[in-house]
């Protein structure tokens, strides 16, 4: 087995042998799911908490299904957000839940960097269920997963992710897997939702999205993320549609058997076009959903085996195991 | 009472000359350079290190009134004594801001109660709102040296025109801290690959090249004497060039972060790192040093900033900004001279010569007449830095943990020894 992190705080950490080892287990937790009785036991008698700084229903839920099937005690807090004092509830947080000895904390938090600070005072592993505009890691295993089933392989395609590159963790942790599996990666939107420095990061940076689903295979698109904006980044929701939306013409650009996904929750009419999402020809939005229960159940059971192993050998005296 | 310094390595930022060498002090005024002891002097051996003139820090927070946890005059002044540093030009962002001739009053008793020299900065504006004008003649009468509202942007451009307008009536000395205010709202980092990669709200390095620009016309409307509290990009160096070339009276600061960190230090969101300005590329970071080495950099600050552990306990964007540094300035400083490139009388012209020039004060040089403010260190003792040994209350230092090389022997301040021998 090639998985040796403690944490999950990104991909961007992660060899590609990691995300390979992760994938396939991944695999026979889809095969899981789809029986009638669902349940495995990898996590009996570990506890897990999400806490969620920031609300979410699908990733929450998500990651509450994939432990109660492995068989983990789930324990959902939401945490009310003061506007000002948010780091203080965040630490503070940390160090109560702690106590409670959880085993796998799935963290969810409005800023950057602050799945990080928290895993630093705990000593239980961190899944970053989303930080800031930094990482989302278990979305971009899950659509790397969705990809790898829908075109049989992780590599040597090229993959358009069209829309709020800006404000959009999802981005920045797919573009990193992607890379490291050496796909080609281009960047579609408005000069003001690109990160400015995105020319650097070794993929391509497209204005215009019709050159950039030219051939493509993938087509990945993002929600335009308004709770994230304070305001004048498109002049309005229509004229967005009009250029940046995927619609059936622009998709005819891309290869004839490219796929469309979404991290959802969608926003149809303004960044994808409702009948686009609902092809069942193109769109793997569903399996997303899907491969996410999967990817997040094999993420916490290898997460576990290391926590196990550190403990066993902290129990036995012999150090640290990894 | 006579010190007479010998077997000293002289820093003289004035001759630009770094040389062996004796210094005599006699009550508390430098006397002679070169001479012998004179009869009845306590001789002190410098066996080789360097005697330099103290450094006059300016912009220094020290949080009386207001915030006395994070830093009183008392442990201000002790990390200065330690850090070589022998004039403190503290800011007026206190609580409430030094924005009236009593509240000057007030901190200038408690300063002169300190061991080492401290003056302050007052406010430009009232509150630091940016709406009125400070009383400016009386608070020049109580002993201000210039007049700021810190890294607040005045964003109304007639109020500032006539700030500076009235400021050059008096001959007061405005402090500017070149940034555009909407911009750089809510950022915590320099714009680019790492910021993006990291998810860090970011500013461009052009908000600072605009807000030079904005100020650098006012000031050439009105004629008054202007300094850039910091330059921290490349991008702003040449608008410096050209307001020089045009006659402005207008000097420029330099943090010594910003010329010796840059953006990739953060790492792991490391909030000692987080400064305002953010730190910024590692071109950047090297016109600077540039800069600093052809003077085009006058002076070279540690903008002094003390937080409360709470305050840095916070995710990257909203912890608070800024680093103390009063007593790793020289040391941070070394670095620039150990990597070549800037002497030591070069730098101890930004560290003491210029500013002290620029404000009016008579110390930072070498020179018989002026008073015996002296560093005497050991600019290649390496040590390895722990923040809890800092002097000051906040031990919010982005250096902690690295090896730095120069180490403070003994600070003087008018011929009194305040820091090494019986001081500890």
């Known amino acids: 087995m090639t998985f040796r992190a403690r944490h999950l705080l990104g991909v961007e950490p992660l060899a590609p042998a990691e995300i390979t080892t992760l994938l396939d287990l991944a695999e026979t937790y889809v095969a899981l799911n789809r029986r009638t009785v669902k349940h495995g036991d990898a996590l009996e008698g570990l506890t897990q908490i999400n806490l969620f700084f920031e609300a979410s229903t699908r990733t929450q839920s998500s990651f509450e299904l994939a432990g109660k099937r492995l068989g983990a005690d789930v324990m959902n807090m939401a945490v009310a957000q003061s506007s000002v004092k948010k780091g203080e509830t965040l630490i503070d947080t940390a160090l109560t839940l702690n106590a409670m000895q959880p085993d796998l904390l799935v963290v969810r938090h409005p800023n950057s960097g602050a799945v990080n600070l928290l895993a630093s005072k705990v000593n239980c592993a961190v899944l970053n269920a989303g930080d800031g505009r930094h990482e989302h890691p278990t979305q971009a295993l899950l659509d790397a997963l969705t990809i790898r089933r829908a075109k049989g392989r992780l590599h040597r395609l090229t993959v358009a992710i069209c829309g709020d590159i800006a404000h959009s963790r999802v981005a920045r942790s797919n573009l990193i897997l992607l890379g490291k599996m050496e796909n080609r990666v281009r960047l579609v939107g408005p000069a003001t939702l690109m990160p400015r420095g995105a020319a650097d990061w070794g993929c391509e940076i497209h204005e215009d999205m019709r050159a950039g689903l030219q051939d493509a295979d993938v087509v990945m698109m993002l929600r335009l993320q308004k709770e994230r904006m304070d305001g004048g980044f498109i002049p309005s929701e229509r004229e967005y549609f009009h250029r940046w939306g995927l619609d059936a013409e622009k998709l005819a650009l891309a290869k004839p058997d490219a796929i469309v996904m979404h991290p959802g929750p969608m926003n149809r009419g303004v960044e994808i076009d409702g009948t686009i999402a609902d092809d069942i020809n193109r769109s793997v939005i569903q399996d997303q959903v899907e491969m996410g229960v999967a990817v997040r159940m094999a993420a916490m059971d290898l997460l576990a085996r290391n926590l196990r192993a550190e403990r066993g050998a902290r129990a036995a005296g012999g150090g640290v195991y990894v | ?424």
């Open chain 2, 1 to 424: 009472m006579i010190l007479h310094f010998q077997n000293a390595r002289l820093i003289d930022p004035q001759a630009l000359s770094d040389e062996p060498g004796s210094l005599t002090v006699q009550d508390g005024t430098i006397v002679a350079l070169d001479g012998d002891a004179p009869e009845g002097a306590t001789v002190i051996d410098c066996g080789g290190r360097c005697l330099a003139p103290g450094i006059v820090d300016w912009g220094v927070k020290i949080g009386e009134p207001g915030e006395r946890h994070r830093e009183s005059m008392r442990s201000a002044a002790l990390a200065a004594a330690a850090g070589g540093v022998t004039t403190i030009v503290a800011r007026p962002d206190t609580l409430p801001p030094i924005d009236t001739p009593e509240g000057l009053e007030f901190v200038t008793r408690r300063a002169a109660e300190q061991p080492v020299r401290i003056r302050h900065q007052a406010a430009l504006t009232r509150a630091r709102e940016g709406r009125e004008m400070v009383e400016m003649g009386f608070l020049m009468d109580a002993g201000a040296l210039a007049f700021t509202d810190g890294v607040r942007v005045v964003t109304d451009t007639r109020l500032l025109s006539r700030c500076m307008a009235y400021a050059r009536g008096l001959g007061a000395l405005i402090v500017g801290h070149p940034q555009d205010a909407g911009l750089s709202r809510g950022a915590a980092a320099t714009a680019g690959k790492f910021a993006s990669l990291y998810g860090i709200p970011a500013v461009s390095p052009m908000a600072e090249r605009m807000g030079l620009e904005r100020d650098l016309a006012l000031a050439e409307l009105t004629g008054v004497r202007w300094h850039a509290d910091q330059i921290t990009t490349a991008a702003a160096l040449p608008v410096l060039d050209r307001a020089r070339a045009a006659g402005l009276d207008v000097t420029a600061g330099a943090s010594i972060h910003h010329l010796t960190l840059n953006e990739y230090d953060v790492g792991d969101y490391r909030t000692f790192f987080r400064l305002t300005p953010p730190l910024r590329s590692e071109d950047d970071r090297m016109a600077l040093v540039e800069a600093v080495a052809d003077g085009r950099i006058d002076v070279i600050g540690s903008f002094h900033t003390p937080q409360d552990e709470e305050a840095k306990r916070l995710p990257f964007e909203v912890a608070a900004p800024g680093a103390v540094g009063l007593e790793t300035l020289l040391p941070a400083a070394m670095r620039l001279y150990h990597q070549g490139g800037v002497g030591l009388a070069q730098l101890w012209r930004a560290l003491s010569l210029n500013p002290a020039t620029r404000l009016g004060l008579p110390g930072g040089r070498l020179a018989a007449g002026t008073p015996a403010d002296l560093v005497l260190f050991d600019p290649d003792a390496p040590f390895v830095l722990d923040r809890f040994a800092l002097r000051s209350k906040s031990k919010n230092t982005p250096f902690d943990g690295t090896r730095m090389e120069g180490r403070v022997l003994g600070t003087w301040v008018g011929g009194t020894r305040v820091f090494g021998g019986d001081h500890g």
